[in-house]
């Protein structure tokens, strides 16, 4: 059995939550903060800890079988992966960002002006499309303060809460792209039967903490009601109570609907409604 290689950030915004994702599949292994490197004990797999920067490349040239990196990097370093997940983390927009006092209100108003970013490739391929044609200056780190020091007069860059860009006397003026941590794999792994349960591992965690076991009780007068409201995993489970004419429910609900469905269920005769998170859920 051929031990599997996956890289993932070193240090960073996706460490954490890469880890995370890892050990909540079930694989046991140490995050050594000091080292490249880190065995899994219970599953044919190394760890690889690496510059983001660096990961789409390691997986493409097959030095890493499998990755876990922004799609922003991704598209930057144009490598040549196959997109095996989005992980629903590291969730950001690419923006360009202008100063808070500028007058500039359309894309073609760039033309011919300098933005500082460290996505050149993204920003290229963006202002091509739209006919604009400025002048890129790339720089690693801190782009918000080009326009500051006169370097540029926009800056491209990673936007999350949109606090930084403030602080520096910066607006949003675009939005190019939205990225989110995704699984990559090499081209050859297609196929893999380690590779597949892997994944099979993460979609049911992913699946798992998009949703609620929901436990509700109610009266067969209004059953039929709140069983329309629960499609659950395939249907709801219905068990009867030592009560007469009253039934608990058991079911799953999405997470994204959680509340509305909770009150519409209330509205429809449940009562004790029981709210638990799910470790995983395997289809």
Not at 8 to 28: D, M, P, T
Not at 128 to 135: A, I, M
Not at 251 to 258: R, T, Y
């Amino acid at each position: 059995m051929k031990t599997l290689k996956i890289a993932i950030q070193k240090s960073g915004r996706l460490n954490e939550k890469s880890v995370e994702i890892l050990k909540n599949c079930g694989l046991a292994f140490e995050n050594y903060k000091s080292s490249l490197i880190s065995t899994v004990t219970n599953f044919p797999l190394e760890i690889l800890f690496l510059r983001d920067d660096d990961i789409p490349e390691y997986v493409q040239d097959g030095i890493a079988d499998l990755g876990i990196v922004g799609e922003n990097v991704i598209v930057e370093t144009k490598a040549e992966v196959d997109y095996l997940q989005k992980l629903g983390f590291g969730k950001c927009t690419l923006k360009i960002a202008v100063q808070a006092t500028s007058t500039i209100q359309n894309l073609s108003e760039l033309n011919g002006k300098a933005i500082a970013t460290s996505y050149p490739v993204i920003l290229e391929k963006f202002l091509t499309e739209n006919g604009v044609k400025s002048d890129i200056r790339t720089i690693s780190g801190s782009v918000e303060i080009g326009p500051g020091l006169g370097l540029s007069d926009a800056i491209f860059d990673i936007v999350s809460t949109g606090g930084t860009l403030k602080s520096n006397g910066l607006k949003p003026f675009a939005d190019v792209m939205q990225s989110e941590a995704v699984l990559i794999g090499n081209k050859s792994v297609a196929g893999n039967p380690e590779v597949e349960e892997l994944l099979q591992r993460i979609r049911s965690v992913l699946s798992a903490k998009s949703n609620k076991y929901v436990v509700l009780n109610v009266s067969k007068d209004n059953l039929q009601k709140v069983v329309d409201l629960l499609p659950g995993v395939k249907s709801p489970t219905v068990v009867p109570l030592f009560e007469p004419n009253w039934v608990a429910v058991h079911s799953v609900i999405a997470e994204a609907d959680f509340w509305d469905k909770i009150n519409n269920l209330k509205a429809a005769g449940a009562e004790g409604i029981l709210v638990m998170p799910i470790e995983k859920i395997i289809r």
